[in-house]
């Protein structure tokens, strides 16, 4: 599975942004995946996850009530509708995917097998 991330740029606070993550391969319904995000100077941390088939999401609480993440497996492309984005909000963004839930929401998705490149989210204030 290959990812690319994209739908990153730069937003005044409160302001909304919608990034994408595309995936190569048939299967990608069978993949769980996540957002992470990663500002300076700080570790990488988990954002947002959604079943393989959509049926379930799981939120870090710093975003929870303002991301929402979705899927299109026809398109195999999963979303992060981000919307009154803050300042600290600020940072380079992730997705990851693998078949085990654990792997995407356990240990900032750190043995997630597959992994795109990041896409930049700058929120001015």
């Known amino acids: 599975v290959q990812l690319q991330a994209s739908g990153g740029g730069l937003v005044q606070a409160g302001g909304s942004l919608r990034l994408s993550c595309a995936a190569s391969?048939?299967?990608?319904?069978?993949?769980?995946t996540g957002w992470f995000r990663q500002a300076p100077g700080k570790e990488r941390e988990f954002v947002a996850a959604?079943?393989?088939?959509?049926?379930?999401?799981y939120y870090a609480d710093s975003v929870k009530g303002r991301f929402t993440i979705s899927r299109d497996n026809a398109k195999n492309t999963v979303y992060l509708q981000m919307n009154s984005l803050k300042a600290e909000d600020t940072a380079v963004y992730y997705c990851?995917?693998?078949?085990?839930?654990?792997?995407?929401?356990?240990?900032?998705?750190?043995?997630?097998?597959?992994w795109g490149q990041g896409t930049q989210v700058t929120v001015s204030s």
């Open positions: 391969g048939r299967t990608f319904s069978t993949y769980a």
């Open positions: 959604i079943q393989g088939s959509g049926g379930g999401t």
């Open positions: 990851a995917a693998d078949r085990y839930w654990y792997k995407i929401t356990t240990a900032r998705g750190r043995s997630s097998d597959y």
